[in-house]
């Protein structure tokens, strides 16, 4: 009498390699969608702040009669002025916190403050939202810079300031837009923890024509170099600490030039470090500099080539880094005669 054997179903170790091999490829399909679905979200969401942003201006100038100024300089006081980030926390729901700040004492005795993170203030595709810690100083990032002008920020001790949508002791109103709030630039997207290079001073007024000569300059003037990759908490030359502190009024740290188009590589160099992509800022606002202030401070995001920005009108735009140079430098102006509609 035969016996039947029956044979036990089951995968061969083959037929488990195709099955595993097929699901490696839907894998490798499906990822870059999920991941442009997830930029497309984070970026939905960087347009909202920059827009609430610019809305938050609008209710200060409805409650004072004009924009806030990007610094408070009395010519006597070195550092400590508050930045416009602080001034419009009342309309961005951060009333709470403005009425913890004492805004006529230093910030740098204001910790829980200075180190708190504002949200609206961060871009959800940063990857350096991280509090800074520096001795007693605690201080939180910010995202968004305020439009400083081309490259003249300031005249020390007590100004004037720029060309841009801000400046330093500034009371502007809608008469001084005479380019149109449609056509000039209030915020800028701008990446935490920035190396970049301060303090070289003896700088020509004369607007740079690439971020070459900026690097050759800031080299062979001295300046001190902060920090040589983006995110660097410690290294040769310490911290990359541009844009780390929303509660600081100067142009490295809450602001932003149009010296160069988004994304340009700004090679700057300085003691302490080797050079680097980062800003620049000859002579830092306050009372302690005697030069004006010159700065090349790069609108900078981590959205594949482009950055976002939004006008005075708060209307937000979606900017590529290959914008020619003339036209992003005439949407940083307020009033240069030549208004351009931005793309």
């Not at 720029?162 to 005479?178: M, Q």
């Not at 302690?288 to 950055?307: K, L, M």
């Amino acid at each position: 009498m035969r016996r039947s054997h029956s044979r036990t179903a089951g995968f061969t170790l083959i037929e488990l390699l195709v099955v595993i091999a097929i699901i490696a490829i839907l894998v490798a399909l499906l990822l870059p969608a999920v991941q442009a679905v997830r930029e497309a979200a984070r970026r939905t969401q960087c347009q909202d702040h920059l827009h609430n942003m610019v809305i938050a201006v609008h209710n200060y100038m409805t409650n004072y009669g004009c924009v806030p100024p990007s610094g408070c300089y009395d010519g006597v006081t070195n550092g400590g002025t508050w930045s416009i980030h602080a001034r419009i926390l009342p309309f961005v729901e951060q009333n709470s916190l403005y009425q913890t700040a004492d805004l006529h004492t230093t910030y740098d005795l204001q910790p829980q403050v200075a180190g708190q993170g504002i949200d609206v203030y961060l871009c959800p595709s940063d990857p350096n939202d991280k509090k800074r810690v520096s001795g007693a100083e605690e201080h939180y990032p910010v995202c968004y810079g305020y439009n400083a002008g081309t490259w003249d920020v300031w005249q020390n001790p007590r100004g004037p300031g720029g060309n841009g949508a801000f400046t330093g002791n500034g009371k502007l109103r809608d008469a001084n837009y005479t380019d149109g709030m449609s056509n000039t630039v209030a915020f800028s997207e701008v990446r935490a923890w920035t190396p970049y290079v301060r303090d070289g001073q003896d700088f020509s007024a004369v607007t740079p024509l690439s971020s070459i000569s900026v690097g050759s300059i800031s080299g062979a003037n001295g300046g001190s170099m902060k920090g040589t990759r983006f995110g660097e908490e410690s290294g040769p030359a310490g911290q990359a600490s541009g844009h780390t502190e929303w509660v600081d009024p100067r142009v490295h740290q809450t602001g932003f030039t149009a010296t160069f188009t988004p994304n340009t590589v700004v090679p700057v160099s300085g003691s302490g470090g080797a050079a680097a992509d980062g800003d620049f800022n000859n002579c830092r606002e306050g009372k302690s500099c005697t030069a004006p202030t010159y700065a090349a401070v790069t609108s900078r995001s981590w959205h594949p080539g482009s950055v976002q920005c939004v006008l005075l009108d708060g209307t937000v735009k979606t900017i590529g880094e290959n914008l020619d140079l003339q036209v992003w430098r005439l949407m940083a102006q307020r009033d240069d005669g030549q208004p351009v509609k931005v793309p």
